[in-house]
């Protein structure tokens, strides 16, 4: 697990880094898990990056995400991978790692410069902040809160097909909380454009970092109360009430809502 530090060890023996290139990461075609580059490895690839961030302590040693120009990666050595092809394919710590690598290099890149003055920003000294020395704006890591919902009714539940998965994926719910509204709110109201359905009795089961890039699930279930499906059809391909016998490709375990399925499927 990542043991979170701001201020780098003036020396180490070893470190570990977490390397990204336009947006994937970067991995070793040969291994069949992903495991961080140590420093024995960057020196032996002679690896340059365009961004060094020191992250905390993995395993209570050094740890680093690193950004590296694509047009420099050796694909005969190393080959580049989403992070959803990650998923679900190394332990739940080391994803995390992976994760949390991945947003504060993503935020680090998008908050170089100040966003009242423009000014260009530096990092702060002590905490995770990028500063302004002209108007002494501070701007930490900002996680964006998402719900996710699976409605059941008796024995079933409601999956959805999103326009953006690929066939035949079908999933739980989800959406963005809104600036001044509440968790409870978001849940009516997604379902509602969604799917045109009533909820009720929402229950909270858990959380999950989704760091695609910054956001983190809120994972609840709730039941059916009234009306009939109707898909908006700017989101929501298809979506229909299944149980064990009928259920369709569902996310895997790893995911949240992969976990809001087989916990319900379980026990009914």
């Not at 290139?21 to 495991?35: K, W, Y």
């Not at 990666?73 to 994760?99: A, C, K, P, R």
């Not at 000014?119 to 905490?127: A, G, L, M, S």
Request: aromatic letters at 12%; a negative charge.
């Amino acid at each position: 697990m990542l043991r979170p530090e701001v201020n780098q060890p003036k020396t180490f023996k070893n470190c570990y880094r977490v390397i990204f290139s336009d947006g994937n990461l970067l991995t070793r075609p040969s291994n069949r898990t992903f495991f961080p580059f140590d420093d024995h490895d960057c020196r032996q690839y002679s690896l340059v990056y365009e961004r060094e961030i020191f992250i905390g302590y993995w395993n209570d040693i050094p740890c680093f995400s690193c950004e590296i120009d694509e047009n420099l990666v050796d694909h005969d050595t190393f080959q580049l991978v989403s992070l959803y092809n990650v998923l679900g394919h190394v332990e739940e710590s080391l994803f995390l790692l992976i994760g949390q690598a991945f947003q504060i290099l993503c935020w680090s890149i998008d908050h170089q410069f100040c966003g009242k003055c423009g000014n260009k920003t530096i990092p702060h000294e002590h905490e995770r902040a990028m500063c302004c020395n002209i108007c002494n704006s501070q701007v930490y890591p900002r996680i964006s809160p998402c719900v996710i919902v699976l409605i059941t009714k008796g024995e079933k539940c409601l999956l959805a097909r999103n326009i953006n998965f690929p066939q035949p994926m079908f999933s739980t719910l989800a959406g963005f909380v809104e600036a001044g509204e509440s968790v409870e709110n978001a849940l009516h109201r997604e379902v509602a454009e969604e799917v045109g359905l009533k909820i009720k009795n929402i229950s909270y089961y858990g959380s999950q970092p989704w760091p695609f890039p910054s956001q983190l699930m809120l994972g609840f279930y709730a039941q059916y109360c009234s009306g009939e499906i109707h898909c908006n059809p700017k989101e929501i391909a298809e979506a229909s009430w299944f149980s064990k016998t009928d259920l369709p490709m569902i996310p895997p375990a790893s995911s949240i809502a992969g976990e809001l399925i087989r916990n319900f499927l379980i026990n009914n």
